[in-house]
């Protein structure tokens, strides 16, 4: 979600920043089942925020809905510049629908009964494989099948391994710890205060006066 800036002093950058920030901290905690306020309660801004989302069973939707009113709330203050803020409420909205796709994958696992056929299919070819083999290739039968079965049955632990990428403690799940603690830091750096470089600029006469060449 790209950040809102604006030079009124009334709007905190910072609180959207954290409140982001949380909601990506929450939601990875949603899709590894846990249900704790641990790692993101420091980012909300307030006792009220910390209550709301802890009662909630969806966390993550419901710092949208904080998100949410922070871009109302601030909108008021802002009427000048209304389009960034409609702007701000369709990434809102990018959020929300992504957190619905990533919870589909996390929630729909393999059926059983295709694991189970897999695995009596696979079973059985490995063992009917070697009397197959044995005419042509003779004693080579036996480190041919060995590869085969290697190769064979880790096709299939990758399969069931991608069906839930967002675990913990697997070298092939994915890394949500690194992505969180890049968008916090961005958040962070995005939301500092900030002058507009079109004051540090000077104007073309004063550049004209000082003796620089402007092409």
Known sequence: MRMVRTADPNVDCNELGNLVAAFCYSLKERLRGINTMEQFSVLLNNQRQIGYVDA????????????????????????????????????MALLIDAQGGLERIAQTPIPFSYVVQINQILGAYLITLPFALFHAFGWYT??????????????????????????????SDLNLDGICNAILTNMKFMSMEYEPLVDKVPLLSEKKRVGISVL
């Open 56 to 91: 909630a069973k969806n966390k993550p939707l419901a710092i949208s809905q904080l998100i949410t009113d922070w871009l109302h709330v601030n909108s008021e203050m802002c009427r000048e510049r209304a389009e960034v803020w409609r702007t701000a409420e369709s990434y």
């Open 142 to 171: 036996v480190p041919a099948v060995v590869l085969i079965s290697f190769s064979l049955l880790g096709v299939e632990q990758a399969g069931l391994m991608m069906e839930d990428p967002f675990g913990v403690g697997d070298s």
